[in-house]
């Protein structure tokens, strides 16, 4: 248990880092099923969500020492928020300016990615 709780620590702790490197609105939101999501909020409504979960965040941590553990859930956090997943508001339903804001988004984070700068996060 103690050990999940650091991961999720780290987990909104990078997140934080990421937010204000990114200057976005990230928030915590809790769904009605108990589950907990990092979630960056675009102008108009539209969601990018990081569902917190204790198990994947374990498999992520395996055989890691603790910075190389910072470094694979900054990583996944990035690739999940690059292009949204099954908790994030659907390309679709997304206005045109949320549209444009997720696209550069995106855009940033692949920079944040190719310079490497994640890594100190």
Do not use: Q
């Not at 909104?12 to 880092?17: A, D, G, K, R, Y």
């Not at 603790?66 to 339903?93: A, C, H, M, Q, W």
């Not at 855009?107 to 944040?112: E, F, H, M, W």
């Amino acid at each position: 248990m103690w050990k999940h709780r650091t991961l999720i620590d780290d987990a909104v702790e990078i997140f934080s880092n990421l937010c204000g490197y990114m200057g976005v609105t990230g928030k915590i939101l809790n769904s009605n099923v108990g589950k907990n999501f990092l979630c960056v909020i675009a102008p108009e409504g539209g969601v990018r969500a990081y569902e917190l979960n204790d198990d994947w965040l374990e498999n992520i941590a395996a055989g890691w020492d603790k910075g190389n553990i910072r470094v694979e859930i900054t990583k996944d956090i990035i690739s999940k928020l690059s292009f949204g997943g099954l908790d994030s508001t659907p390309y679709s339903d997304l206005s045109i300016n949320d549209r444009d804001y997720f696209d550069n988004f995106s855009i940033k984070l692949a920079d944040l990615t190719i310079s490497r700068a994640y890594m100190k996060l």
